[in-house]
């Protein structure tokens, strides 16, 4: 079956601006989350969705938002860009979100602010 | 809050031979999973080995097993026979309670020589 599929692949914007990242899970899997992974903080969790309600959510400031749709797929959407908003931001996918389901991740969009 | 901590930024091992990596968490949680995600090149995450808290037997998946210590918090991993494809960034990681996230650690970079 399909895997979980990010886009887009590599992204490039200037501060200030704001952007939009997709995340397609697998298929019958509800359970989408996010994270931002950079060299000095590693992997940060920033939010979960499940069924297009936010279950939990990281340390993150407002400018970083997600939602979900009715068929699972997510969008991520980062305003007000600012140059350590530069990061890998990869999406899990999980069939249910429980702490025992494997998480199964896109290649993720690496976002560079300028 | 639960965290993860991986002592060890960078290994190598020669081909054919065995690794360890280690891998100390904490909680307060009796229910909770450990995972060993690696990271190649590619970035894309995939599920190295997965071990259930309240199983005492250590998991194991062909060349790859894992030494739990619950009482010691130590989630290690042990690769034997290294291959050249097994090069790649590890990540330990936790999934507990009803928080739907996973938290990771900074990561181990394997190198494997020829």
């Known amino acids: 079956k399909a895997g979980v599929t990010q886009t887009p692949r590599y992204l490039i914007k200037t501060r200030g601006q704001q952007v939009t990242l997709s995340c397609s899970p697998i298929?019958?899997?509800?359970?989408v989350s996010w994270y931002q992974q950079t060299p000095g903080q590693g992997l940060q969790f920033l939010f979960e969705?499940?069924?297009?309600?936010?279950?939990n959510k990281g340390n993150f400031p407002g400018r970083f938002s997600g939602r979900q749709f009715s068929n699972s797929r997510s969008e991520m959407n980062v305003s007000t860009l600012e140059l350590g908003d530069s990061a890998l931001y990869l999406c899990?996918?999980?069939?249910?979100?429980?702490?025992?389901?494997?998480?199964?991740f896109g290649q993720g969009t690496r976002l560079t602010v300028v | 809050a639960q965290t993860v901590t991986q002592s060890q930024p960078e290994m190598s091992v020669q081909e054919a031979e065995t690794v360890t990596l280690s891998c100390t968490y904490d909680?307060?949680?009796?229910?909770?999973?450990l995972f060993w995600y690696k990271q190649p090149p590619s970035r894309q995450m995939i599920l190295v080995i997965r071990?259930?808290?309240?199983?005492?037997q250590n998991a194991t998946e062909n060349r790859f097993s894992v030494n739990f210590q619950k009482a010691a918090k130590s989630f290690s991993l042990k690769i034997s026979d290294s291959q050249l494809g097994d090069a790649a960034m590890y990540f330990c990681?936790?999934?507990?309670?009803?928080?739907?996230?996973?938290?990771f650690g900074k990561g181990t970079l394997l190198t494997v020589n020829p």
């Open positions: 899990a996918s999980r069939y249910d979100g429980t702490a025992n389901t494997e998480a199964f």
């Open positions: 298929s019958g899997h509800r359970s």
């Open positions: 969705y499940f069924s297009e309600t936010q279950r």
């Open positions: 909680t307060s949680e009796s229910d909770y999973y």
């Open positions: 071990q259930e808290a309240y199983k005492q």
């Open positions: 990681a936790y999934s507990g309670g009803s928080n739907y996230k996973l938290t």
